[in-house]
């Protein structure tokens, strides 16, 4: 009888094994579910980008007039998104650039959100690739929240910074949460710049090295402290001057100046 319940139960402990690979199973693969390859020259692709229009200084006292399907402003060439700030008399400003954003065409809660791009380089140039929540028409800035997932300023040139902006943790009250890192070649070398948002925290990359996280855990819950379990559109930008961007004054000489997106994706 014995000999009988240890066949049994030698049989029992081969079949979970033949069935324990199921039980360790790799996760599911992260999916590409958004992307501007921009492959195709000319205007940027009306189906995946709106424009931000006028020269109101944006909060910010910046210098130039955003303006909508200029090429001189916003163009796709060679493959490459340019979105490029030039010194030029236009609707009352003396500068003229572009700011593209994803709003009413697609926005995404959660996800790794990428941009391969080169920056502009002097004093006074304020690129952004960033994003803003869906309501903001109707909260309001900071109410909507900001994720900043790269900003460099020309007269500190080399340096990333990423960061969060909410009701409580906002640059109005000094009290936004970021991190800044040293990084070569910006101006002259395309580099991926890169959040990874989930239910619990934000991580920020460059070049796939995570130098800053914020967590739920530490800003708080409530909607004041952590407003990023909505809907949010994406930005792209190049300001001229202002708050930040001009505190050292902008250089007159080295206009025109260009940010090159190779490419943005986002995955789910």
């Not at 796709?76 to 954003?101: C, D, F, H, P, W």
């Not at 206009?255 to 090159?260: A, K, L, N």
């Amino acid at each position: 009888m014995k000999r009988l319940i240890m066949i049994k139960t030698l049989a029992l402990l081969a079949i979970v094994a033949c069935k324990s690979p199921e039980l360790t199973s790799p996760p599911t693969a992260r999916k590409m579910v958004w992307s501007d390859e921009f492959d195709k020259a000319g205007l940027p692709d009306s189906t995946k980008w709106s424009y931000e229009v006028g020269g109101n200084g944006w909060g910010n006292n910046e210098l130039q007039f955003y303006t909508a399907k200029r090429l001189e402003n916003a163009r796709v060439e060679n493959g490459k998104l340019i979105i490029e700030a030039r010194k030029e008399a236009y609707q009352g400003k003396n500068y003229t650039s572009a700011r593209l954003m994803t709003q009413g065409k697609t926005t995404w809660t959660y996800g790794r959100i990428e941009a391969r791009a080169k920056l502009p380089a002097g004093r006074g140039t304020w690129p952004a690739v960033w994003m803003l929540g869906k309501n903001i028409q109707t909260a309001g800035w900071p109410k909507s929240g900001e994720i900043d997932i790269m900003e460099h300023v020309g007269f500190d040139e080399g340096v990333i910074h990423g960061t969060v902006h909410t009701e409580a943790y906002n640059h109005a009250k000094k009290t936004e949460k970021g991190k800044a890192i040293p990084i070569k070649g910006v101006a002259t070398d395309f580099h991926l710049y890169a959040i990874e948002w989930t239910a619990d925290k934000i991580d920020f990359f460059v070049d796939d090295q995570n130098y800053y996280t914020v967590q739920k855990s530490t800003l708080g819950s409530a909607e004041a402290e952590w407003p990023f379990d909505k809907p949010f559109y994406l930005l792209l930008n190049v300001a001229v001057g202002g708050n930040w961007g001009g505190q050292k004054g902008v250089d007159e000489s080295i206009w025109p100046q260009r940010m090159e997106v190779d490419y943005v994706r986002v995955y789910q």
